[in-house]
């Protein structure tokens, strides 16, 4: 089992930043591809970006590239999203999640999730 517990979500005016955490515990963290979603409102969920172990390979969905940036420390068995230039449509619940794969973007291609950390945009 892995357990993922998010943070630094919040309220934020258009244009600003912020940046979230994902602290693992359990199983090897370093073993696990490591990816964020977000679910606004009424919206099915989405994939935002993903990391693999080493940290060597990314993807963004195309709306947050150039803007957000996904890393993580290994030592600290955490991952982050940097937000910034955020808009409003940003407004959304961002879970991180874990997988087995090197990579993914698909909701079911991740075994373990967080309980997630509201980031609302205001306008």
């Known amino acids: 089992q892995v357990q993922l517990v998010e943070s630094g979500g919040g309220l934020v005016q258009a244009g600003g930043s912020l940046r979230l955490s994902c602290a693992a515990s359990?199983?090897?963290?370093?073993?696990?591809?490591m990816g964020w979603f977000r679910q606004a409102p009424g919206k099915e969920p989405e994939f935002v970006a993903v990391?693999?172990?080493?940290?060597?390979?990314?993807y963004y969905r195309d709306s947050v590239k150039g803007r957000f940036t996904i890393s993580r420390d290994n030592a600290k068995n955490t991952v982050y999203l940097q937000m910034n230039s955020l808009k409003p449509e940003d407004t959304a619940v961002y879970y991180c999640?874990?997988?087995?794969?090197?990579?993914?973007?698909?909701?079911?291609?991740?075994?373990?999730w967080g309980q997630g950390t509201q980031v609302t945009v205001s306008s």
């Open positions: 999640a874990a997988t087995e794969f090197t990579v993914g973007t698909m909701r079911h291609q991740y075994d373990y």
């Open positions: 359990g199983r090897t963290f370093s073993r696990y591809g």
């Open positions: 990391i693999d172990w080493s940290g060597g390979i990314t």
